[in-house]
Structures are given as structure tokens and as C-alpha cells.
């Protein structure tokens, strides 16, 4: 029963159009064609990179961090206390005027200090500047490589010029060196960002980035298995276009350079939107979904991958929203390009802090708080 489950799934009419089979993805005449087994190389790789982000934050993020001024002082933590321990953790981490009131009796605390105990324990529980800034490092590098790696094994393929030819000869494409490595790499790192998920920043969208990493990763991996390898690497080539100027305009935002934060926020949403909501969908996307079936019978393997675009697409609209939402604030005259999606640090009581401290300015850039911190995904992200 499992022979003739794994038969039916592997049946050459779902993933193939009619007249074509696996038989032509095996290697013949020293022509070398992608395989099942070649996926599991993604993997090690993926560990890879978890082991090289480690490395690179404490080598590269933190005194890159220092370098351009983000704020690598320890917060300030809450005290010790029972009575508000347990009150954040079994009933509300933002209580009530009425529940203060209510603990500042029974603590013998003050109401203000109980407030400003509640914001530093809700501040223990997000990401310090120096976390997010040596996030925003190590994918700022990644998706940099990635780009110009990917235009590299790109640029002088007809079908960079000519997006119809990347169904050219279909399924009997042979595999290039480059774009093996091409789609190893870029698998196994979104593998790694699957893996740490957990540990990484949580913002607002949390779950939209999921599904985009998980999509992504399907897209892939499919693209790979029937050979929709130059759909594939146009596809991913597309997505890192904007993604290291998102991770840059974040590093800066970290380190409070207000203007540079700001000039790369623009570029990268003129990018964004370029990429994202033209090149894509009108070059791309809208030759996947008519070009085949000009030339093949509509098969099922036509049919999941254009979904699988679909829904990249959907989440790309939904972060032009917030793009755009951010850009019309700035446009508007706000100095400062705000997160739709951040969870921000509450600043402590008055007494705790020097108002006039996040006025200063030195070599050109401001303390000013939170500034653009937009994530793909890419990939997306």
C-alpha cells in the first residue's frame, strides 16, 4: 500500500506536462539534472549559518555595534518581588489603575514604583538594541551576498534578458555548478531562520513571517524537484533586491543615525515596490502563469507552484501596506520613519532618566528612539 501511495504521488501527470516524465531529470551524455537527495545538502548548511550567526555576532555585531553607536548598556532590571512576579505572570503584564492601586497596598510600594517596576519587567522581556542590531547585521550581510552572488550566476543567462526562455527545452534543463550552490545557500538560510525563530526578534508580524518562511521554503525545494531552477533563481534573485537595504536602514535605526535611517528607508521601499509589486508579479509571475500553458497541457505541478507565488504575492502587499502607511507618515512631516510592527521599549519614570539625554546629538546622528525596522522575509524576507 505505501509502494503504490508513493507512486501516486510521484505520478509523472502531477508534476510534469503531458508527454514528459522523470525519466528526463536523469543524468545522461554528462548533463546533470536536480535530484531529491541533493535537497538534504540544505540542511548542514543551515547549521551552518546558525553556528557562522553566532560567530559573527560576537565578532562582527557587537563591535560594529559599538562602532556606530548603539546603546550596549544593561537595562535597568526590575527588583525582586514576589507579589508583582506573580501578578505580571498569572494575570496581566499591563495592569489597571485599580489593580496598582490594589498592589501598591499590599507591597508597601509606592504607586509610582510599582508602575515603574511593571515597565522595566516588560522591558526585560524584549530584545535590547545591541540583539536586534547584530539580527539586522548578520541578514544585512547574508542578503548583500546573496544578491550580487545570485546576479553574478544570473547576468549573462538568456533568460535574465528574455523571462520566456526560462521554460526553454522544460523539463530537460541541465543543472549548472552555480545554480546548485545558488539554491543550497539560499535554502539552507532560510532553513536557519525557520530553525530560530524562537530566539529571534518577535515583532508584530510574527506569523505572517512564518507562513512566508515556510512558502519559501516549499518554493524552493518544489522549484528544485520538477526543475523550475531559472524560474527558481530569477524568483529568488528578485526578492534579495531590496531585502540588505531593509537590514541596513534597521542597523542604522539601532544606532540612531535619524537622516541615514531615513534615506535608506526611501530606497528600500522604491525598491520594494519595484521589485516586489512590478518586476515580479507583471515579469515574472504573469509569464509562469501564461507562457506553459501557451506551449503544455495545464498540469498540477503548474497549478501548486503558481500558488505558492500567489501567496508570496499576498504578503507582499501586505507589507507594501505598511510600507506605505510609513511613508505617508514621513511625508507628512514626521522626522522619524516609526515600525508599523515593532513592540516598543517603554522609557522608565522621570526620575529614572535625563529627558534632556535623547536631545544630543554627536557626529551626525540622534538618539531618536524607533525608527524603520521592516523585515521581509523575505524572502523574505
Known amino acids: 500500500m505505501l509502494s503504490r501511495f508513493r507512486e501516486l504521488i510521484w505520478a509523472d501527470w502531477i508534476w510534469f506536462p503531458e508527454g514528459h516524465s ?31 550567526r553566532r560567530i559573527f555576532d560576537w565578532k562582527v555585531g557587537k563591535p560594529l555595534a559599538a562602532l556606530l553607536g548603539v546603546d550596549l548598556k544593561h537595562r535597568v532590571s526590575a527588583s525582586q518581588n514576589p507579589t508583582l512576579e506573580s501578578h505580571f505572570c498569572q494575570y496581566s503584564k499591563h495592569p489597571t489603575q485599580s489593580a496598582i492601586e490594589n498592589l501598591s497596598k499590599q507591597t508597601g510600594c509606592s504607586v509610582r514604583q510599582v508602575q515603574s517596576w511593571f515597565r522595566r519587567r516588560r522591558n526585560q522581556e524584549r ?30 543567462k538568456p533568460w535574465f534578458q528574455d523571462i520566456r526562455q526560462v521554460w526553454e527545452d522544460f523539463p530537460k534543463m541541465p543543472l549548472l ?14 532553513l536557519s531562520l525557520l530553525f530560530s525563530v524562537a530566539s529571534d526578534v518577535k515583532r508584530k508580524d510574527f506569523w505572517e513571517q512564518i507562513v512566508h518562511h515556510v512558502v519559501t521554503i516549499v518554493l524552493i525545494s518544489f522549484s528544485w524537484l520538477v526543475n523550475y531552477v531559472r524560474a527558481g533563481s530569477m524568483i529568488m534573485l528578485v526578492h ?55 506551449r503544455y ?12 507565488l500567489f501567496v508570496l504575492q499576498i504578503l507582499h502587499f501586505y507589507w507594501a501596506g505598511l510600507i506605505l502607511r510609513m511613508a505617508i507618515k514621513f511625508l507628512l512631516g514626521s522626522n522619524i520613519v516609526e515600525d508599523e510592527r515593532s513592540d516598543k521599549e517603554e522609557t522608565e519614570s522621570d526620575e529614572d532618566e535625563d529627558p534632556e539625554r535623547h536631545e544630543k546629538q554627536k557626529n551626525g546622528h540622534v538618539k531618536n528612539g524607533y525608527l524603520l525596522a521592516l ?7
Open 240 to 294: 534579495d533586491a531590496a531585502d540588505y537595504l531593509m537590514e541596513l536602514a534597521k542597523m542604522f535605526n539601532y544606532a540612531g543615525w535619524k537622516r541615514t535611517c531615513n534615506f535608506l528607508f526611501v530606497a528600500f521601499a522604491a525598491v520594494f515596490v519595484i521589485t516586489r509589486l512590478m518586476i515580479l508579479p507583471v515579469g515574472i509571475v504573469f509569464m509562469t502563469l501564461t507562457f506553459p500553458v501557451a
Open 127 to 156: 530584545p535590547s538594541k545591541l540583539t536586534k542590531f547584530q539580527e539586522a547585521s548578520w541578514r544585512f550581510t547574508f542578503y548583500l551576498f546573496a544578491f550580487y552572488a545570485g546576479l553574478a550566476v544570473l547576468i549573462d
Open 375 to 381: 523585515n521581509h522575509h523575505s524572502k523574505t524576507d
Open 22 to 52: 522523470w525519466e528526463e531529470l536523469k543524468d545522461h551524455d554528462g548533463k546533470v539534472f536536480p535530484k531529491i537527495q541533493d535537497l538534504w545538502a540544505s540542511i548542514p548548511v543551515a547549521f551552518l549559518f546558525l553556528v557562522g
Open 177 to 190: 555548478a552555480s545554480q546548485y550552490w545558488y539554491y543550497m545557500i539560499e535554502l539552507g538560510f532560510y
Open 297 to 308: 497541457t495545464p498540469f498540477f505541478g503548474f497549478f501548486f507552484f503558481d500558488g505558492l
